[in-house]
C-alpha cells in the first residue's frame, strides 16, 4: 500500500498538536498498522464490488480512516466515531484533506448512542476488545441485518484497557453474534489479533 505525502504530513500535523503525542504515536504501532493493513487486504479481496459508506466505531485517531482512503477501494465516505473527546480532532487533522473534501468525518459519541448505522454499507469495529461482552451485544442489537460488519479482538489480557478479550479466534467467533463470512487471526509481536467478517441475517455480496 502507497500513502499520499500530504496524508502523512497531515499525520505530524496531529502528531505535533496533540495534547499527548505519546498516546497519538501509539496509533503507529507497529501492530496497530499491521492490523490495519491486513483488514483492507481482507476487504479488498473479498468487497470489491461496493462504493463504501463505512462507519468506524471505536475509531480513536483516525489512522484506519487514513488508509481506507489509500487503499483501491472506492470510499465515499467514512465516519469515524469515539467517545474520547479528544480524538475527535486528532481525527479530523489525520485526515484533513478528506474532512475538507466532506468525505471524512470524526465525531465524539459513544457507539451504543449512534443512530445512522442504517445509512452505512460497511461497519467496522476494530476495539471489541475495549467493550465488556454486555456492551459489545447491546451494540450488536443495535446495527441493521444484512449490512456487512468487520470486527477485530485479540488475546492481549495485559493492557488494562482491555476489559473484553479472547483466548482464541474461536472464542471469538461463538461470541460475535454474527453470521460469519470469514474468521482469520494474525500473529504479531505481542498478541494475535483475531477478525471476523459478517452480519446478522447473513449478507450477499
Known amino acids: 500500500m502507497k500513502i499520499n505525502i500530504k496524508d502523512v504530513l497531515y499525520w505530524m500535523d496531529a502528531i505535533r498538536q496533540s495534547d499527548d503525542r505519546y498516546r497519538t504515536l501509539e496509533s503507529f504501532w507497529k501492530g496497530q498498522i499491521n492490523s490495519k493493513v491486513w483488514l483492507i487486504e481482507t476487504l479488498q479481496k473479498y468487497f470489491q464490488r461496493l462504493p463504501y459508506n463505512i462507519v468506524v466505531c471505536g475509531g480513536w485517531n483516525g489512522v484506519l480512516s487514513t488508509l481506507l ?32 473534501s466532506g468525505k471524512f468525518q ?9 443512530k445512522n448505522y442504517h445509512k452505512h454499507n460497511v461497519i467496522i469495529n476494530t476495539a471489541c476488545e475495549h467493550m465488556t461482552q454486555d456492551e459489545y451485544n447491546k451494540w450488536i442489537a443495535k446495527l441493521p441485518n444484512q449490512t456487512q460488519v468487520i470486527i477485530q479482538s485479540n488475546d492481549y489480557f495485559d493492557n488494562k484497557e482491555h476489559v473484553n478479550c479472547h483466548e482464541s479466534l474461536l472464542s471469538f467467533k461463538k461470541n460475535c453474534g454474527l453470521q460469519v463470512s470469514s474468521a482469520s487471526e494474525l500473529v504479531t509481536e505481542k498478541y494475535k489479533r483475531f477478525m471476523i467478517l459478517g452480519a446478522k441475517d447473513g449478507y450477499s455480496n
Not at 470524526?106 to 449512534?114: F, K, P
Open 106 to 114: 470524526a465525531i465524539t459519541e459513544n457507539i451504543l448512542d449512534y
Open 69 to 100: 482512503f489509500n487503499s483501491e477501494l472506492d470510499i465515499v465516505k467514512i465516519t469515524s466515531i469515539d467517545k474520547d473527546p479528544a480524538c475527535e480532532s486528532i481525527a479530523n487533522i489525520m485526515n484533513k484533506d478528506y474532512e475538507m
